[in-house]
């Protein structure tokens, strides 16, 4: 199931695209409205999700770096053990592993993650995310599609 890797490069390729966009032709902390309720607004964040141990002193660089080089390895040994018919749990887990290594990538060079997706309503903003954060988010939402049993085939052999 290895052949699911162009997915897992695929979200890394747009996700630093879009991350060398942003840092290119915006300053740090400005934000743009697009529609209504969604703005790009370009942020760095040197936590986990939902800015998680941000304010941690820097320790948590290599920390979120090492946890995610695991995670990345365990993903691409598991996809590399799935049958031929799990086809949503190998998108799954291509697109969960092209996210963790599109913020790796961020937090080994620059010691941050680059968000800049912000979506809101009125005054209250969900944090802001990347295209790394969509992919990873995906995955998740198509893996327990896949645990419920959607997408399920029999195996042929």
């Known amino acids: 199931m290895l052949k699911w890797l162009w997915l897992t490069g695929l979200a890394?390729?747009?996700?630093?695209a879009s991350k060398?966009?942003?840092?290119?032709?915006?300053q740090l902390y400005q934000s743009i409205e697009i529609i209504p309720f969604f703005n790009l607004t370009y942020v760095h964040n040197t936590g986990a999700a939902f800015s998680f141990l941000s304010e941690a002193?820097?320790?948590q660089r290599w920390f979120f770096a090492i946890l995610a080089s695991i995670i990345s390895i365990v993903l691409a040994v598991w996809l590399?053990?799935?049958?031929?018919?799990?086809?949503?749990?190998?998108?799954?887990?291509?697109?969960?592993?092209?996210?963790a290594i599109g913020n790796l990538i961020d937090r080994v060079l620059?010691?941050?993650v680059i968000d800049f997706l912000?979506?809101?309503?009125?005054s209250w903003h969900w944090p802001?995310?990347?295209?790394?954060?969509?992919?990873i988010?995906?995955?998740?939402?198509l893996m327990l599609l896949e645990s419920v049993g959607v997408g399920k085939t029999e195996e042929l052999d």
């Open 80 to 99: 590399a053990k799935l049958k031929k018919h799990e086809i949503l749990m190998a998108a799954s887990l291509s697109l969960i592993l092209g996210g």
């Open 118 to 122: 912000d979506v809101y309503y009125q």
């Open 137 to 141: 988010t995906l995955g998740v939402i």
């Open 110 to 112: 620059y010691g941050y």
């Open 12 to 16: 890394v390729v747009l996700d630093q």
């Open 128 to 135: 802001a995310f990347n295209v790394a954060d969509s992919a």
């Open 57 to 59: 002193g820097g320790w």
């Open 20 to 26: 060398l966009a942003i840092d290119a032709s915006m």
